[in-house]
């Protein structure tokens, strides 16, 4: 992978407006006014692109090989990990550091409305939420 250094900044610069407190789409309305073009050349930003880059390990300079597999010609992800992962750590140069990745991660569980206990997953709480339990 070569970085290109002028997409890395914007990367960059997303993990501190999110380590700063700004909400997703906070960093989406910050990024459409200052007119960064979004990683497909468009002026809109999608809320997923945010959050996908936000938990990317690639950032840091790690590779996780097998995220999808492809069973009769269609790709599938395998959130269930029913087909072995393999991480590939510093495998490139970084261009956030362990620590900062680390502490997104921390902030974006923290934020979370998901909960996991001997109960499964489930929400911490439904007030103000049109999902049910």
């Not at 997104?104 to 934020?111: C, D, I, L, S, T």
């Not at 998901?114 to 439904?126: L, P």
């Amino acid at each position: 992978l070569v970085i290109d250094s002028k997409q890395a900044k914007i990367v960059q610069h997303i993990f501190t407006m999110y380590l700063s407190g700004m909400s997703i789409l906070g960093i989406v309305r910050e990024l459409e006014k200052q007119g960064v073009k979004s990683p497909t050349g468009k002026d809109k930003w999608c809320k997923r692109t945010i959050d996908t880059m936000l938990s990317n390990e690639k950032y840091i300079g790690n590779v996780l090989a097998f995220k999808t597999y492809t069973p009769k010609h269609k790709r599938v992800q395998n959130n269930d990990h029913s087909h072995e992962q393999f991480l590939l750590n510093d495998g490139h140069l970084p261009i956030i550091s362990k620590e900062i990745f680390d502490a997104v991660q921390e902030e974006k569980a923290r934020r979370s409305n998901i909960v996991t206990d001997e109960s499964g997953r489930h929400r911490k709480d439904t007030r103000y939420s049109s999902k049910n339990i």
